[in-house]
């Protein structure tokens, strides 16, 4: 169980290779960071609308 605060997600060592590439091409700190910034660029954010982005932001500030 991780500590109060964190997940755990189970990956293949590909994708796990493929955000360790991410850390290292982007100087970030962790996997996780590399989780979330993949993730947002991913995420097309034509698709969503101005007030959907400031409620994501918020959210992320947040947490």
Do not use: F, H
């Amino acid at each position: 169980m991780p500590p109060e605060g964190y997940t755990t997600i189970t990956i293949s060592e590909e994708i796990a290779g493929k955000l360790a590439k991410i850390v290292v091409e982007n100087d970030l700190d962790s996997v996780a960071d590399a989780v979330d910034y993949a993730a947002d660029v991913a995420r097309d954010p034509e698709t969503l609308s101005d007030a959907e982005l400031a409620r994501l932001l918020c959210r992320k500030l947040a947490d």
